[in-house]
């Protein structure tokens, strides 16, 4: 029973945590920071008016079965990944998967949202496909690296036995090391700048998102913006785990600080940066990921 509340109150952090983070940074970062302007209070709940909005549009459909199931398989996916959360250092489905089932889990959006994109007649959606299983394929391989760095170190492969290693420690240079690369790789997973590469609203229009209306783009949004949640909360519980009390309703409380932390620093690359064209981004990934390689070895000799 204890276990099936910490299920139902994690994905209920989920959903609501994202969008309003979502709308934070949206009226006080990108808003007061890129655009010189300060937007009404009532910004902050901007995406939830979105979203309500796109559930009552018409589904218009232009491909197969596969741009009906897709948006609904990448949303799912995320309801699952928030189960293997350790939001307070203690996750649900911790007993049932280890961070390798959570990175499938994670990775599985992409992929749902690459298949829909092929699946569509516009070639906008198409090449936003390609360019998203290309980032893909190094970002997720990156965040893979650096959760097994803390593996090696911690010597488990559990999510909540590697935050209580890392607490006791203090401080560890693999960890560190991950944590910066971590934290780049999120970069991509937020889908913000400087590698907004799959969407790119002024090249291709949205990307993937360009032939989805109404009720499939509001869950395609809402899973977007659980993801940037999961991937922030993942950096903030495994690599700043310190500051818990063991008291859930405040361990929940800071952890949500340090999450809406990261959210703000991330925004702030995205306000300050330029761009990267694919190539630029996917050299650049490239050494992230040899920097993490790096970290792993470190870790087998000195934890």
């Given at each position: 029973?204890?276990?099936?509340?910490?299920?139902?109150?994690?994905?209920?952090?989920?959903?609501?945590?994202?969008?309003?983070?979502?709308?934070?940074?949206?009226?006080?970062?990108?808003?007061?920071?890129?655009?010189?302007?300060?937007?009404?209070?009532?910004?902050?709940?901007?995406?939830?008016?979105?979203?309500?909005?796109?559930?009552?549009?018409?589904?218009?459909?232009?491909?197969?079965?596969?741009?009906?199931?897709?948006?609904?398989?990448?949303?799912?996916?995320?309801?699952?990944?928030?189960?293997?959360?350790?939001?307070?250092?203690?996750?649900?489905?911790?007993?049932?998967?280890?961070?390798?089932?959570?990175?499938?889990?994670?990775?599985?959006?992409?992929?749902?949202?690459?298949?829909?994109?092929?699946?569509?007649?516009?070639?906008?959606?198409?090449?936003?496909?390609?360019?998203?299983?290309?980032?893909?394929?190094?970002?997720?391989?990156?965040?893979?690296?650096?959760?097994?760095?803390?593996?090696?170190?911690?010597?488990?492969?559990?999510?909540?036995?590697?935050?209580?290693?890392?607490?006791?420690?203090?401080?560890?240079?693999?960890?560190?090391?991950?944590?910066?690369?971590?934290?780049?790789?999120?970069?991509?997973?937020?889908?913000?700048?400087?590698?907004?590469?799959?969407?790119?609203?002024?090249?291709?229009?949205?990307?993937?998102?360009?032939?989805?209306?109404?009720?499939?783009?509001?869950?395609?949004?809402?899973?977007?913006?659980?993801?940037?949640?999961?991937?922030?909360?993942?950096?903030?519980?495994?690599?700043?785990?310190?500051?818990?009390?063991?008291?859930?309703?405040?361990?929940?409380?800071?952890?949500?600080?340090?999450?809406?932390?990261?959210?703000?620093?991330?925004?702030?690359?995205?306000?300050?940066?330029?761009?990267?064209?694919?190539?630029?981004?996917?050299?650049?990934?490239?050494?992230?990921?040899l920097t993490s390689a790096i970290a792993i070895a470190i870790a087998y000799v000195a934890p």
């Open positions: 029973m204890e276990r099936l509340c910490y299920a139902v109150l994690n994905v209920i952090v989920v959903l609501f945590f994202a969008p309003l983070f979502e709308g934070f940074v949206r009226k006080y970062i990108r808003a007061n920071i890129a655009h010189s302007r300060r937007g009404p209070l009532v910004g902050i709940w901007q995406p939830f008016y979105d979203l309500l909005k796109l559930f009552a549009k018409e589904d218009i459909r232009v491909g197969g079965a596969l741009q009906t199931v897709m948006p609904y398989v990448g949303f799912g996916s995320m309801l699952v990944a928030s189960l293997f959360l350790p939001l307070c250092g203690y996750a649900p489905l911790d007993a049932f998967g280890d961070l390798i089932v959570f990175i499938y889990t994670i990775s599985l959006f992409a992929i749902s949202l690459a298949i829909l994109a092929l699946d569509s007649s516009s070639p906008y959606s198409s090449i936003g496909a390609l360019r998203e299983i290309m980032l893909m394929t190094l970002v997720e391989l990156i965040f893979i690296t650096s959760l097994i760095c803390g593996a090696v170190c911690a010597h488990t492969l559990r999510l909540s036995e590697i935050i209580l290693w890392y607490r006791m420690r203090l401080f560890s240079l693999p960890m560190l090391i991950a944590a910066g690369v971590v934290f780049i790789a999120m970069l991509a997973q937020f889908g913000r700048l400087p590698f907004d590469i799959p969407e790119a609203e002024q090249e291709i229009i949205g990307g993937p998102f360009m032939e989805v209306s109404g009720p499939r783009l509001a869950l395609l949004k809402w899973a977007v913006w659980m993801r940037q949640f999961i991937s922030a909360s993942l950096f903030a519980t495994v690599f700043i785990p310190w500051g818990l009390t063991g008291l859930f309703v405040i361990d929940l409380i800071i952890t949500l600080i340090k999450v809406l932390i990261t959210f703000v620093l991330v925004t702030l690359v995205e306000v300050l940066s330029p761009r990267l064209r694919i190539d630029q981004a996917l050299n650049f990934y490239l050494g992230v990921f």
